[in-house]
C-alpha cells in the first residue's frame, strides 16, 4: 500500500530523514574549487570498494585530517602514511593497495589536469558520458567510484543533474518510487539532486532507512 503522501511524500520524507551528502558526512564543504572536488574523487574511491560507507567515510576523514588533502599532498606523502592515514580510518582490507592507488592517482590528475578535475571536466565540454570515460583513467577509479563522484559533485556541477547511480535506482525500487533518473528527479527540487541521490542509496545499503521512510510517510 502506496503511503498517503504517495511517492512525492516519500521522496519528501526521505530527503528531510536521510538526505545528507557522503561528501557532507566526510567534512568535505563541496565547493568548485579543486582541493574539495579532489577530496570527493578520493572519497568516491574509498566507497566503490567492498566495504562498508561509514568505514570508507571514516578513512576519507582520516585522510583530510593527516593533510593528504590535495593531490600534491597525496604524492608528496610516503606510502606508509597513506597506509597509516587509511588504518586509522578502519580501512584496513584494501589499505595496502588503495595507499598505492590514491598515490598513482593523484600523481596522474598533477600531470594531465595540474590537480583541477574542472580541468577534466571542461576536457570533456561537461558530458556525463565523456566524464566517466575520463574518471576511470585514475587508477582507484572504476565504474563505481565515477559515478559516485558524479552523483555527489551534481550539487555544484548542476548541469550533470539528475545523476542517478545503479546504487540510488535500487534504493528507489525499494522504497516503490520511480526506476528512471528523469521521473525520480520530478519528486524534488534540482537543487537537491545530491542529497536525494545520497539518501537513496542509503535506502540501497540499509533496509531500516526503507522501513523508517515508509512509516514516517505514513504517519
Known amino acids: 500500500m502506496t503511503p498517503r503522501g504517495g511517492q512525492r511524500g516519500i521522496a519528501r520524507t526521505l530527503l528531510e530523514r536521510h538526505g545528507k551528502t557522503f561528501a557532507e558526512e566526510a567534512g ?27 568505514v570508507a567515510v571514516a578513512a576519507a576523514r582520516a585522510l583530510f585530517d593527516a593533510g593528504l588533502r590535495t593531490p600534491r599532498r597525496m604524492t608528496g606523502a610516503t606510502w606508509q602514511q597513506r597506509v597509516d592515514a587509511l588504518g586509522e580510518g578502519g580501512y584496513r582490507r584494501y589499505d595496502e593497495r588503495t595507499a598505492t592507488q590514491l598515490g598513482d592517482g593523484a600523481r596522474l590528475l ?11 571536466r571542461d576536457a570533456a565540454d561537461g558530458t556525463a558520458d565523456a566524464l566517466r570515460a575520463a574518471l576511470q583513467e585514475v587508477p582507484g577509479i572504476g565504474p563505481a567510484g565515477a559515478g559516485i563522484f558524479l552523483r555527489e559533485v551534481q550539487a555544484v556541477w548542476t548541469g550533470l543533474a539528475p545523476c542517478l547511480d545503479p546504487k540510488a535506482l535500487q534504493g528507489a525500487e525499494r522504497l516503490g518510487l520511480p526506476g528512471e533518473a528523469g521521473k525520480l528527479a520530478r519528486l524534488v527540487g534540482k537543487d537537491e539532486s545530491a542529497a536525494f541521490a545520497s539518501a537513496l542509496v ?18
Open 28 to 54: 568535505i564543504r563541496l565547493k568548485d574549487t579543486p582541493q574539495p572536488l579532489y577530496q570527493t574523487l578520493v572519497l568516491a574511491a574509498l566507497l566503490s570498494a567492498r566495504i562498508r560507507a561509514s
Open 202 to 219: 542509503r535506502a540501497a545499503l540499509d533496509a531500516s532507512v526503507v522501513d523508517d521512510v515508509l512509516r514516517a510517510a505514513d504517519a
Open 110 to 120: 598533477l600531470d594531465r589536469y595540474g590537480g583541477d578535475l574542472r580541468r577534466m
